[in-house]
């Protein structure tokens, strides 16, 4: 079973410019970011220097400091980026749906209701 992995204030840079096409980047660091195992995900939101242009990506692995991803997730466009773009975990929806859905199926084998609370505080902006 699929895994979200999260971290608080994970974020880097592109080490390397990207096209729109590429399945992998890389990064400055990824000593904030959570470790991945076999079917782990992590959701990493690509953007500007302003913040005004985004692009969400799944990331499926991390080797070293290169992410494999699945570009334009949860209706953004798969973008160029250039070098020192921005790289970083946040809420997204996307994050939310999986989160609520990943304890909807953990509470049908084991009941957790604090986790169940957590996920839907989150949801909900508490």
């Not at 999260?6 to 399945?23: D, H, K």
Request: a negative charge; hydrophobic letters at 40%; charged letters at 10%.
């Amino acid at each position: 079973m699929m895994a979200i992995k999260y971290s608080n204030n994970a974020r880097s840079t592109l080490a390397a410019a990207i096209n729109s096409t590429v399945t992998t980047l890389s990064v400055a660091s990824t000593s904030t970011f959570p470790t991945l195992g076999g079917g782990d995900v992590m959701y990493l939101t690509l953007s500007d220097n302003l913040n005004s242009v985004t692009e969400i990506v799944k990331c499926t692995a991390v080797s070293g400091t290169t992410c494999t991803i699945v570009r334009g997730h949860e209706s953004t466009t798969a973008l160029s980026w250039i070098t020192g773009s921005h790289v970083q975990i946040r809420i997204t929806a996307g994050l939310i749906t999986d989160l609520l859905t990943e304890s909807t199926a953990a509470e049908s084998t084991v009941h957790d209701p604090i986790g169940a609370s957590v996920a839907m505080a989150i949801a909900l902006g508490g």
